[in-house]
């Protein structure tokens, strides 16, 4: 049988089990809405509306932003769309340098070049003509619609204007800095060791990106340096950029975009993952070399090495001006995303990751008349890079199917970026005494002390030869005392353990170890499963990490200990040694211990690796579970592992699993692998049932045995933004005190007052220098204002004036702007 009727009878086969499955009432049914889901790769996003037109597809899960299909949406009453606030374009450069392996320059090994792209681009030109206005100017690895930019506003408005559009400047530093790498002008072209110096500039084609790509390569071209356009798309694209050899030269500027899934409440650790070497396991962050300086701030923040907020700010300003001279990637826009749906198409969509990013989707999306039933979902790609959990691909279109197969511990609440459990019952926060945190939702307690010391029994680091935990008595000899500045408590749900995974295994205690041994493990040079490539992340974890306890194991209850902590107690009970430290959900994917264990052998024989830097180095395959040619590997490693009753890490493991167990988990797996084809193994609301690799095709189906109730997340239909418009007068005397008032709205009334946490405003000059700051007072629901004095408006410049005003609500991360000017005499 072909391919491709392979993949029609496989759909049809789905589509009866659809019909034959949608006959619960909703009072009835648990797990997922939908029967079915049928993912599908379209690149042109105007065929995809097209086929939505025509009932072929019923969401594009996509975040666009080109103003005509935004038109299209609006004008078809069939039709509608989220709008998403998450999505962000950026320029990345090639770090190696200043020469590639094969002699040819690259100039942008120079930080005072990348630092100068800054000034060369116009920012402003990029979100109002190439995006169509369905984009702001982005600067920095925060995103301008999250808490963190409005916090920080002042900072991020004085570096706005420091580095606005100066083309001038711009030529002038990197004419400098090309002279100091001994290049020189001839004709009007750069030229180094006699040849002209070529920019490769790898645009991707699918979006507004090939407008910038062109953009930026016309700049070049315009200040001397020959560029060749090489237009690739996301698939053809990352085997460069991120996996590839930088030495190589295979590309100089990258048009790189990416998307904030979740609402960031807290973006410390951006620093740290898109400028250092121990941000990402690729070879493009490994060629980093950020100063001292920035790798010290960026790693503190990362781990929340600070106690307050002011040593937050000092530390976050910092960061901001040191990413800004970096500059390893220079930012672009922040884009205002739509994605369409059809009308009679719910879901719970995220307002910084829309449908594609959203955790909460696959238990709220559904028809609006209907319980079942089948849906089409087109991406602009699938299967990008392969599937595994442990290393696999990051790509957003990759992940949103990876997630509709999944369980968290916890999940994050689409609208403010907070968690609600999902397989705890509750947690404990324990903080020292003065450190910002607080909370919102009951379901965490949190208390303070003056001092947190660990307990001599915790566990604190590994053994990989003897494969097992070693305790804080064990490690030190002393009687040295180990404190902390946080303790976290996770209570897991009590039938934990009678839950079915897709194959049939039930979870265990071995699958809620084995991420924490395989964080130290993976990372230990003596480990047969060492990967240079967890080194530097370790190093980080291994900076806060102060051990844990296991309390208890019917039910569970784990203790962690850790010097790094978030501001919001809820984050702080998820993460950093908090209940996702203990779930089986690793960076890229769900995965259960016993499906784990035939790519651990794998990587151990030789035979491929999770890790591409890993794959890359020993010339092996990278490890896909979903399809491809180490599925048979992945056989025959499961064959080997039931022949031997393997016990991975037995002097751990072997005290909650016994040999007998582990054959019978094996043996699922092999008969899932026997029904299914492939070896992803998960404990969501959906399964994977079959993946087409060439044909781009994805089929996801409800898993029956999931037990949670459909509606348990219904209530996340619509967020709580705010409208806001400012008032005032025009013209302001300098010297005279003014008044201006904030009218806020929520869908048409009069935002309550209780729910607004704050509204800032910030008076610009017309040089867009900011002048001061402050915040309004509540008149009454929907009515705030505030009184310039006269000594403010004496601080005002002559000539048109500026007030900015940002209002954040309790109901969503997302602040609302508006804005006023007004004439200063």
Known sequence: MSRKLRLLSVLVLGLFL???????????????????IIFSEDPVAEAVITRMQAGEIDVFASGRTEVELFELVLADPNLDYETSFGSYAELTFNPHGPLFNDGRLNPFAVHEIR???????????????????LAIPKYFPITGAFPDYARYIDIARALEAKYSHDPRRAQTVIAEQMRELGAEIRAGVWHYDGEPVEIIALIRPEDERRDVGDYVADLLEGIGFKVRRDYRTGAEASPIWLFGTPAEGLFHVYTGGWITTVVSRDQASNFYFFYTPGGWATPLNM?????????????????????TMEGREELFVQALELAMKDSQRVWTVDTISFSPRLANVSVGADLAGAIAGSYMYPFTIRWADEIGGSMNVAQPQIFVDPWNPLDGSNWIFDMMPIRGTADWPTIYDPFTGLHWPQRLKHAEV??????????????????????????RDAYIDWDPVDQVFITIDEKYDNDEIITANKRVVIHFEEDLFDRKMHDGSTFDMADLLMPMILTFDRANEKSVYFDEAQVPPFETFKGHFRGFRIISTDPVVIEGYTDGWYMDAELGAAFFAGAWAFWPWYAQGPGPWHMLVPGLMAEAAGESAFSSAKADKEDVEWLNYAAGPTVEVLRRQTERAIEEAFIPYEATLGNYISAEDAVAKYQNLMNWYNEKGHFWVSFGPYYLERAFPVEK???????????????????????ALADVDVTGP???????????DVIVELFGEPYPVE???????????PDGSLLFSGEAE????GLWRFKLSAEDTEKLLVGVNKIEVAVTSVLTAIPSFDYIEFVAH
């Open 287 to 307: 060629a980093m070399q950020p100063t001292d300086e920035f790798y010290e701030v960026a790693e503190r923040l990362n781990r929340r090495d600070f106690t």
């Open 430 to 455: 324990t903080m020292k005494e003065g450190f910002p945190v607080s909370k919102t939702l009951d379901w965490v307690d949190l208390d303070f002390v003056e001092e947190i010391v660990v307990p």
């Open 18 to 36: 659809v019909l034959a499955a949608s006959t619960a009432t909703a009072e009835q049914r648990t797990g997922a809405w939908l029967d079915e």
């Open 697 to 719: 095709v994805v089929q996801l189906r409800r898993f029956e045995d999931y037990p949670d109730p459909a509606d348990k997340w219904e209530i996340f239909e619509e967020p």
């Open 115 to 133: 630092e100068a792209m800054n000034w060369l681009i116009d920012r402003e030109y990029i979100a109002q003509e190439l995006y169509g206005g």
């Open 730 to 740: 025009r013209r302001v005397p300098r010297g005279t005190e003014a008044t201006f």
């Open 778 to 781: 509540a008149v009454e629901d």
């Open 755 to 765: 729910f607004i946490a704050n509204v800032v405003y910030l008076a610009f000059g």
